[in-house]
């Protein structure tokens, strides 16, 4: 049964794709009927405990279940994507409509394996497929070149570290002999950290973190809508929440959660330091969600995965409403530059929409994120002290942009907006930024005693320090919106860090695509090539023959001349099949030979994103396959 809560959605988006642009009522109806049904079957899994699996093969298992964790992830992937759906179908561009809402589905169930797999090679293909989807739905609009270009770079940057998962899963059958997450624990010495460190890449990639950064600001060219599911509820929140799911198995590394909280601290400071720069409403909150993962990587290597994934879910709460804000100020300006909004005046609703997310981002009580934001603090404060304050002043930065944010797109102005948001955009966003709210509950002691989480223990001085350092951030970064100075473009661009992948990883890795589709062209060219000039010979050397036969009939003897008229008289019959036999067969061969190789070619493209969705179908109608075939 617990198969059903990927394929639901994934089958679902393929028939919205299949059924073709038409009204947004429909569209948004049917993608976000999927999306509920989704969100009812991961309700029924997590009240039931679902489980499930089959054989794969060869010893190979596919195993999937639901953990405390991971039934909070399923839950939360789902209901935020409802919302973003609802969205989308409002807000988006009427042409391509279809495909659009059908990916995201497909992104969902994607997701959605991620979350429920209880084995490496499950996690594996919910992993790739989200990939693959990744880049189409970056480069929706691929008519623009930079789209399309923005989509690649997301891409390769992200299979660059998607090559440690594959390191771990080889690691792992290689030193136990099995995929399952348990097979983890029994792994030592070089396996180990082969695994370890190769999923901690992989999860860093998927992130945002350290030099994996950068990708989420390109990937901003993007639909709105995108990047609210990308950043909320799907592939870069999954990074986070793949250390929290392996953290009992992985921690055991030597210097692995050393690794983790030093790589969450760099991003979560650095990260927000680019945030509060930055004058581009998205790569702002792209900025944010890179420090906002940083600290839930802290969490983990402290030793507090429940944290980081309760923190995880009160982030997909402000965060996806936040983007759905960028999205509307954004078409109402014209133009994604701060300082060229502040609508607060024009979209009221809109604007006090977007304070109640804006507050939980910079963890402002009662909001739920302040809650969780503290505990991590918390947790760090346990590792060590510096750590502890560390954070915090990553929670500054928080306050510092979001106020900066709110300020500059909301505050007060005489903005006059080129277009308003329809009923069912503010409805979106509505729903989301009161799930922030809601999740203020998580304050109350009760609450707190039925989570099923270890949660570190909180000192009232330091929630007093953390908070007066919120109340700093946020003076700080409404002061920064009021400067007339132009935030430095270096600076809030990572250094220059995305040309420097640019250049050097993803424009390399693109060459070699080229090559490998000329070598492709090449090879197989050569065989449909051959068959078509050794039938064309025979074909020609057939018809010499017969003109040959023809030829000789001068010299045939009187006394058998009867016999020649008869074999004239039979050859002249059997002419047009003579031809069909001695020509055509040969032709029509070549030409089914040169039909194949060229329909061939077409499958070997040299881009790696045609063989990963090829081979992500076709683990899709494998599974299908087996489920089915066992009914």
């Known amino acids: 049964m617990l198969w059903a809560l990927p394929l639901f959605p994934a089958l679902a988006g393929l028939a919205l794709w299949a059924s073709g642009d038409g009204s947004r009522l429909r569209l948004g109806a049917m993608a976000g009927g999927a999306a509920a049904g989704t969100l009812v079957l991961a309700v029924l899994a997590a009240a039931q405990e679902w489980q499930d699996g089959f054989a794969w093969g060869a010893g190979l298992e596919l195993h999937l279940a639901l953990t405390p964790l991971s039934a909070a992830v399923a839950i939360t992937v789902p209901a935020v994507a ?19 809402l059908g990916l995201m589905l497909i992104f969902i169930g994607a997701m959605e394996l991620a979350v429920v797999a209880a084995d490496l090679l499950s996690l594996l293909i919910g992993w790739e497929v989200m990939g693959f989807c990744s880049w189409a739905l970056i480069g929706h609009h691929w008519r623009d070149r930079a789209n399309m270009a923005s989509g690649r770079y997301a891409f390769v940057t992200t299979r660059l570290g998607d090559l440690g998962l594959f390191l771990a899963l080889m690691a792992t059958w290689g030193g136990a002999g099995a995929l399952d997450y348990a097979a983890l624990g029994r792994l030592e010495d070089a396996p180990l950290a082969l695994a370890a460190f190769g999923i901690l890449i992989a999860a860093a990639a998927k992130a945002g973190q350290g030099p994996f950064a950068p990708w989420l600001f390109r990937a901003m060219d993007g639909p709105s809508s995108v990047s609210a599911l990308l950043h909320a509820a799907t592939m870069v929140a999954a990074g986070a929440y793949l250390l929290a799911r392996l953290h009992p198995w992985l921690a055991p590394a030597p210097y692995w959660s050393g690794a983790v909280i030093a790589l969450g601290l760099f991003t979560a400071l650095a990260g927000g330091a680019v945030a509060v720069m930055q004058g581009h409403a998205k790569k702002l909150l792209a900025g944010s969600t890179s420090a906002q993962l940083g600290l839930m990587f802290i969490a983990v290597g402290a030793g507090y995965p429940g944290v980081a994934v309760a923190h995880l ?38 604007a006090g929409l977007t304070a109640l997310a804006a507050l939980a981002l910079a963890a402002v009580p009662p909001m739920g994120a302040a809650w969780s934001k503290e505990q991590i603090a918390a947790a760090a404060m ?28 909301y505050g007060p102005g005489g903005a006059e907006p080129e277009a308003r948001p329809r009923w069912p955009e503010i409805a979106a966003l509505g729903v989301l930024a009161l799930a922030c709210a809601a999740l203020g509950l ?73 090559l490998a589709a000329h070598l492709d062209d090449a090879v197989l060219d050569a065989i449909p090539r051959g068959a078509a000039s050794g039938a064309q010979h025979i074909a020609r050397g057939g018809r010499r023959a017969w003109g040959a036969m023809q030829a000789d009939r001068g010299i045939i003897n009187a006394a058998v001349w009867q016999v020649a008229a008869m074999t004239r008289a039979l050859a002249r019959l059997s002419d047009k099949p003579g031809e069909i036999l001695a020509d055509g067969l040969p032709e029509g061969a070549a030409r089914i030979t040169g039909r194949t190789g060229a329909d061939a070619r077409r499958l070997q493209t040299g881009l790696s994103h045609h063989y990963y969705a090829i081979f992500g179908i076709g683990a899709a109608l494998a599974i299908l396959f087996v489920i089915f075939g066992k009914v």
């Open 313 to 350: 879910v009160t982030h997909a709460a402000f965060k996806a409403p936040l983007f759905l804000s960028a999205g509307i100020a954004g078409e109402a300006a014209g133009t994604y530059r701060l300082r060229e909004m502040g609508f607060g005046r024009a979209l009221p609703w809109t």
């Open 442 to 514: 998580l304050w109350l002691g009760p609450v707190q005693a039925s989570l099923p989480l270890r949660l570190p223990e909180t000192r009232s001085l330091e929630i007093a320090a953390s908070l007066a350092l919120v109340a700093i951030g946020l003076l700080a970064g409404l002061t920064l919106a009021r400067r007339e100075t132009a935030p430095e473009p270096q600076a809030a661009d990572w250094l220059g860090l995305p040309a420097l992948i640019g250049h050097g990883i993803v424009r390399p890795f693109e060459r070699l695509a080229a």
């Open 82 to 100: 409802l919302a973003v759906l609802v969205f989308a179908a409002a807000h988006e561009e009427a042409r391509g409509l279809a495909r659009l």
């Open 382 to 409: 346990h590792e060590s002290l510096w750590l502890g304050l560390a954070v915090m002043v990553a929670g500054a930065l928080s306050a510092a942009y979001a106020a900066r944010f709110w300020w500059l797109a």
